[in-house]
């Protein structure tokens, strides 16, 4: 076949520049092929039926005047009539056949393909709309694909019915959404190669973080099979994170990974011609394993960036591997339209204001919050019941739901994970989706009212009854950043890309508590000695904790590394502050595990905490898992902008034999450029801060402890809480000295207390005796950074200015990435 040919173009042959004569779906595979193909991104071949084809059918048939006959005046509102009207019109279209010429250039292509690929292979027949995959909107899954096509006949039919499905319900409805006309779009045709991801596996990413837009973050999902099911929600998928800017520097790591169930994976049914898959249980085995390697997602992630610098824009790719050569190829890719096109300058919050049982759980979509009535749908026949301003929860949806997802106040599903059609359409609603719940149709009752909150993190819940929510809008535009660092205290990764939008310095403590309790969950020495676990239940349970790792402490340093590294790599290249595990033996005993390997004591506060643990026998070989969890997110991450921080060093002989430990297992201060900061909680720390600012690059002052152990108060103590105060005089003269010294020293100092968000007074008398940074609790973030401003202008306007000494910013800190 040659350019002369009238009704079909191959893709060496098309650009964007022809989206008019091709569509957006096509136009882009061109684009991808002809200008990508060098750089290493494999796209299947294939050519495009015209939309002067498809107007040439429509011509030949006369069937303009019965399609506006069937289609002027359609109500959309009206579900019944719309799916009545473009029934009709699917009928008009499809008996309108095929023009002689146009079937046998259509044959001729095929015939092309045949002699590239052999004789026996199969196609994938995709609609691609002129209006379709455009920047500010995508028409994606509006029209129909049909998948495994053999033989002329087939593949004439096939071309026939995509034809048709130009007036799907969902097509008709989202082209009078978006203000287009049904007689002015016309449809073109991709007829490619198949990839026979059924015999591997398949799945989305996108070029940013599709729930808070952060974009330096390549985002992939997949299951096994084709990919119609991940795009539709009819699995819950692998969901994998890569780290654009230590990615182009050179380091190949994966960020941050999470195993989805894939119950089901389509495939191809064989000798069958309109309907050419079906879905089959997912082994159990392959449920338990990532559909990709380390190296596969990595290789995606290159082929994202390539991508993404050629369309300048962040980009939504469709991937497929092939089970018969295992090669990964780009099948689709088109604008992003929804995340990328939130205004940065506005944060809206959405907050609850009470709590209630959770009926279920699944993937949070929207970081919004909605109430409603529950209303369960089982069948694309039972939607018409459905009534504005209702939860719909359902099994998983399709497009030919949107009409009604369109006035639904939220969306809950069984199956489906962030990427799928539920998840999608609620995006660009803006309603709040609960993806992937597994049991939401028999555990939200029908007819009751529900608060659906998306607000939380990763997790998103349905709640019993109606709720109480505020939103906090917030203009960031024009917020200049003060002198005074302000930092945000972090422990939990799923809000770290959300957070990272907030105006801020870095982090200032990032809790490894959390990860551990949340995504690690069992006790390290467990990790390291199963075998001493008496429980034999427990015993099992982390055995089963831990499949598919090779043992517990490869498990530990992956969980404990992406945790972090997901914290780092959102605030990259500014500072991020880890504080090495400070868990109470209380606390570290509700690990599973935990209760074998550590002590009963009556004060923990006390007790064998902190620094002191590190290098003890009891706990050293866990804290060799910690040490080689943050030297992969530096080494093998490159997240260099992580400082490590001790907590609760009570003496200087301890904060030596640690130090030393640390760099016995490759963690160094200096080398890297690795900063170690130490928390000065204690008054020790204070009183001899000269000595210990020789073995450390900086303080972070816990005012929480600093204040109990001054004070001599149980912080955990109701008895005496009315004794408890961070702006207690001697407290202030502790915070003094500690700030002085530091300076006097020429490191870093800081407060990581809620202090200074929760009383004004104490955040001028930070600022007053200018403290470094302060490092608050992200709620807060907003209104103290108003305040250290006004106060800096304040007092730099005052002849008397007390606060003679400006932040200290040394050398050291300068040099760092974001200093």
Known sequence: MTSSARYTRFFAEIGLDDLAVVGGKNASLGELYRHLSAKGVRVPDGFAVTADAYRAVLDRAGAWQPLHEALDGLDPADVTGLARRAALAREIVYGAGLPPEVADEITAGYRRLRQEYGEEVSLAVRSSATAEDLPT??????QETYLNVRGEQSLLDACRRCFAS???????????????????VALSIGIMKMVRSDLASSGVMFTLDTESGFRDVVFVTGSWGLGENVVQGAVDPDEFYVHKPTYRAGSRAVLRRVLGDKAVKMVFVEGETRRTTRNVPTPKADRRRYCLTDAEVLELAGHALSVEEHYGRPMDIEWAKDGLDGLLYLVQARPETVASQRQTTTIDAYLLDGRAPVLAEGRAVGERIAAGTAHLVESLAKLAEFRPGEVLVADTTTPDWEPVMKTAAAVVTNRGGRTCHAAIVARELGIPAVVGTGDATTR??????VTVSCAEGDTGRVYQGELAFHVEHTEV?????????????????DLAFGTSLLPNDGVGLARMEFIISEHVRVHPMALVHPERIGDPEVRQAVRQTTAGYRDGADYFVQRLSEGIGTIAAAFWPKPVVVRMSDFKTNEYATLLGGADFEPVEANPMLGFRGASRYAHPAYAEGFALECAAMRRVRE???LTNVVLMLPFVRRLQEADQVLARMAELGLRRGEGGLEIYAMCEIPNNVVLIDRFAERFDGFSIGSNDLTQLTLGVDRDSDVVAFDYDERDDGVKAMIRLAVEGCRRNGIHSGLCGQAPSDYPDMAEYLVELGIDSISLNPDSVLETTRRVLELERRLASSPDDPRRHVPVRVERELARPGG
């Open 477 to 493: 535009a024009d917020l200049a950043r003060p002198a005074t660092r302000i930092m945000v205290n972090l422990g939990n990764p």
């Open 166 to 184: 130009m007036f799907t319900d969902r097509a008709i409805h989202y082209r009078i959404d978006q203000g287009f006309d049904h007689f002015r």
């Open 636 to 638: 093998e991450m490159g």
């Open 137 to 142: 909107a995508s028409f994606a899954g509006a």
């Open 444 to 449: 939200v009752p029908g007819g009751a009212p």
